[in-house]
């Protein structure tokens, strides 16, 4: 079955720097896009950055400049980069993945960004 498991989140200063990972297994990973997801505190899920099969990237506005988002096809791993971090960059940070028509999420990191 899909699986996607994030990691590397934790507390961070403001103006630090952190990578998240998402290991993903249970289908053909380097056949898919993917992208990172956050929530904030009492805020809905929003965008943050996306990879096309491909290498392509996009970003929301909150992360240009700031964050890269990358993946290892052969690790069947995506990453995201995040350096500057600013207090209103906490959030739960998810992995996603359109497979087979389903949108699959990981259980989430938590990033803390204190000023």
């Known amino acids: 079955q899909v699986q996607l498991v994030e990691s590397g989140g934790g507390l961070v200063q403001a103006g630090g720097s952190l990578r998240l990972s998402c290991a993903a297994s249970?289908?053909?990973?380097?056949?898919?896009?993917m992208s990172w997801y956050r929530q904030p505190p009492g805020k809905e899920r929003e965008v943050v950055a996306y990879?096309?099969?491909?290498?392509?990237?996009s970003y929301a506005d909150s992360g240009k400049g700031r964050f890269t988002i990358s993946r290892d096809n052969a690790k069947n791993t995506v990453y995201l980069q995040m350096n500057g971090l600013k207090p209103e960059d906490t959030a739960v940070y998810y992995c996603?993945?359109?497979?087979?028509?389903?949108?699959?999420w990981g259980q989430g990191t938590q990033v803390t960004v204190s000023s």
């Open positions: 990879i096309s099969r491909y290498g392509t990237t």
């Open positions: 996603n993945a359109p497979v087979y028509g389903h949108n699959y």
């Open positions: 249970g289908f053909a990973f380097g056949s898919y896009g």
